[in-house]
Structures are given as structure tokens and as C-alpha cells.
């Protein structure tokens, strides 16, 4: 296992399209986490698995975005009707839970929205 | 409702000098404080947290309740501490990280 996967690393599309990222966690990890990243700013929280459960989306996941955990490993991402400001780097994160709960990133999506 | 600030957004330094990279935060309980960095091309990676207590390749941060701050400081800067560092902040309830926007700090030689 060399960490957090995330497919593809770059995804060029056309406004309109609709996009599907993927994510494979650390395979013990129950947790998992989506993360949108703007030029300038830190990452920012969009939603967070526990196991198969969607438990906390933020008020940023507009209903164009959605995203999955079906069997608690995986975890995919899509936006439907992709606009210019969807063009972001998105990461997924993974931990253990418990007290340490450290997140270990994946090295992140590029999308362009064109 | 939740929020992290870094006052900086690039911050130059030369090797030996000390270093502080500042965080301030708003939230109205008790919350969890990280530092996460990031070298270049490299992923995104924790670096401390408050509840640790410990020293991480030289940095420490003291979580400061008075003046909501956690701020990041180093002794003696080295090269290799050139990296973009995020503040981090979950609150009590849930798994809501908020990040800062960033400092990217450059140790020169």
C-alpha cells in the first residue's frame, strides 16, 4: 500500500460535461474525506465518509456534486454540469479515526474546466 | 463560525535565522489545531498538533486560547524547511477541517 490514490491526476473538460473522480484510501482507513483546492487558498472541506456512510457535507457541495463510498473502501466524486469555478485541484484524505486521527493526503485532481 | 487566518503569505528567511509562521483562528469552543506542510511536489502532510505536544523536525507551536493563536516556530530555519505550511482547525463536533490560505516560507542560504 504506498498511500492515498487518486484518479485521474488531470482531467481537462468542456463546461457542461460532467466529471468522475476516484479515490482509493490507506486500505485500513475507515475515514475519508474530499477537499477542494483554489490557486491561493488552503483546502477546502467539501464532505467526509465513515466507512460507507456520508456523515458531514459542507454548504460549498452544491446538489452538482455528489459523492460515494458503496462499499467503505473507494470513494468517488462527480460533479455534474462542470462550470469555469469548478476548476480547482480536489484531494481526498483517508485516516484511522480514533484519538490520532491523522489524514494522509493523495496527491490531489487537477481540473480544468474549459 | 469557523475560520483561520495566516497573516503572511510568503515569508523569507535566511538559513539559521529563527522563523515563526503565524496562525490565528476563530471558533467559539475548544478546537483541534494542526499544521500540515507541504514541500515541493510533494503531498500534503501533518506536521504537528497542538494536543501532541511534541517538536517536529525542529518546530514547535503553542496553542495560545487568550489569543487564538497557534502560531509555528523554529530556532534555527534550515533549507529543506522551505514548504508551503497550512494552519488547520477542526472544531469539536465533527471532521470539518478549515485550512488557512497558506504561507509559503523560503530559507535562503
Known amino acids: 500500500d504506498t498511500g492515498v490514490s487518486q484518479d485521474p491526476r488531470h482531467k481537462i473538460t468542456k463546461r457542461g460535461q460532467n466529471v468522475t473522480f476516484r479515490c482509493d484510501p490507506i486500505s485500513e482507513h475507515n475515514r475519508l474525506y474530499w477537499y477542494r483546492q483554489t490557486l491561493g487558498q488552503g483546502p477546502e472541506f467539501l464532505t467526509y465518509f465513515q466507512n460507507e456512510a456520508q456523515l458531514e457535507k459542507s454548504r460549498l457541495l452544491s446538489d452538482r456534486f455528489s459523492a460515494e463510498r458503496p462499499k467503505g473502501s473507494f470513494s468517488t466524486l462527480e460533479i455534474q454540469r462542470t462550470e469555469q469555478g469548478d476548476s480547482a485541484m480536489y484531494l481526498c484524505?483517508?485516516?484511522?479515526?480514533?484519538?490520532?486521527?491523522?489524514?494522509?493526503f493523495g496527491p490531489g485532481t487537477r481540473l480544468t474546466v474549459l | 463560525a469557523q475560520r483561520v487566518t495566516q497573516p503572511e503569505k510568503l515569508l523569507s528567511v535566511f538559513k539559521g535565522a529563527p522563523v515563526e509562521l503565524k496562525c490565528n483562528y476563530s471558533?467559539?469552543?475548544?478546537?483541534?489545531l494542526f499544521w500540515y506542510v507541504q514541500y515541493s511536489r510533494q503531498r500534503l502532510q501533518l506536521l504537528l498538533r497542538?494536543?501532541s505536544r511534541e517538536s517536529i523536525k525542529g518546530f514547535t507551536a503553542d496553542l495560545n486560547k487568550g489569543e487564538t493563536s497557534f502560531h509555528l516556530k523554529k530556532p534555527f530555519a534550515q533549507e529543506e524547511d522551505s514548504a508551503m505550511y497550512y494552519c488547520?482547525?477542526?472544531?469539536?463536533?465533527?471532521?470539518?477541517?478549515?485550512f488557512g490560505p497558506g504561507t509559503r516560507l523560503s530559507v535562503l542560504p
Open positions: 484524505a483517508s485516516s484511522l479515526g480514533g484519538i490520532e486521527n491523522e489524514q494522509f
Open positions: 497542538h494536543i
Open positions: 471558533y467559539s469552543g475548544s478546537p483541534e
Open positions: 488547520a482547525l477542526r472544531g469539536n463536533y465533527g471532521q470539518n477541517f478549515v
